[in-house]
């Protein structure tokens, strides 16, 4: 490998006094401008700082309105746990340019199913109102049991979905129509659904029928993947069943079972001997099988 020697000239250039005093000027200017620009940082950090936790920027109010059955309470409880804290154990959540808004909607959804259509925004820099609408109880689901069924159970009110949205008290009769079985098995169901929307729909589509025939439905039975049941009460304390496939088109079953219930023979049997029915049979392409007791 080539050396590369530097000239006397070269070196003397490098070494004059004037060279060196240029460059520790240089050196110097640089110093002094990070020591200005830290010193700037810092006071921007702090100024933000200072911002962040100013009382006034603060949210301490919170204002819930659109709930009706959902409490107020526990909606504000839950906000407020969620403004608790600081980031980076710096910056509060409840300030009011910095509170963790989509986090807040999260955990109201997760934390109450009834809730929908959650808005969450800022009125003044120390209020937060929580605008909320709730779902409507369509159905009750109650249980998973569908071998001993129990109409005094307990029960959870679903949504128009067939989402488990709520506790609710008991309900004698047919107020509500009354699901039992289906998916969820969890010991906490709320937010979970125990069957598929669409399934859920016509189903409810289906008991519309049933009970427009004069029937009165007592249960839905989501026996098994491969059959369902409506158990009719007839009453003097006896119910029947209808059998039928879950995977059947609703609709032709209800106008086979229509077509049926206008014999005239068939609809004698049922205005007089009700009582005694035991099931009807669905199960079958385009037939319907009875059975009455002896």
Request: aromatic share 12%; with cysteine.
């Amino acid at each position: 490998m080539s050396r590369v020697e530097i000239s006397p000239l070269k070196k003397h250039i490098q070494e004059s006094p004037k060279i060196q005093e240029l460059r520790a000027k240089r050196v110097s200017s640089r110093r002094r401008l990070g020591i200005l620009l830290g010193i700037l940082f810092l006071t921007i950090l702090t100024g933000f700082i200072f911002f962040a936790r100013y009382p006034k920027l603060q949210l301490g109010t919170i204002v819930v309105s659109g709930n009706q059955i959902v409490s107020t309470d526990d909606i504000t409880h839950a906000v407020e746990q969620m403004l608790h804290g600081n980031y980076a154990y710096v910056i509060p959540h409840a300030n009011a340019f910095f509170y963790p808004k989509a986090k807040i909607v999260a955990n109201l959804e997760n934390s109450f199913p009834r809730l929908k259509n959650i808005s969450v925004y800022r009125i003044n820099h120390t209020t937060l109102a929580v605008t909320v609408t709730e779902r409507r109880g369509y159905a009750l689901w109650c249980g998973a049991n569908t071998t001993a069924i129990d109409m005094t159970a307990p029960c959870y009110f679903t949504d128009d979905t067939g989402k488990i949205i709520s506790t609710a008290p008991y309900y004698s009769g047919n107020v509500y129509p009354r699901f039992f079985g289906g998916n969820s098995t969890d010991i906490d169901p709320l937010g979970k659904v125990f069957i598929d929307e669409s399934q859920f729909q016509n189903l409810l589509s289906f008991l519309s029928r049933i009970t427009g025939f004069g029937f009165r439905v007592k249960a839905i039975n989501l026996l098994s993947p491969n059959e369902y049941n409506f158990i009719l009460d007839i009453g003097k304390q006896k119910t029947a069943i209808i059998r039928f496939l879950p995977t059947s088109d609703y609709k032709t079953l209800a106008d086979n079972l229509a077509v049926a219930l206008q014999k005239k023979e068939f609809a004698d049997k049922i205005k007089k001997n009700l009582s005694n029915l035991q099931y009807f049979d669905l199960r079958f392409t385009n037939k319907v099988y009875y059975k009455f007791a002896n």
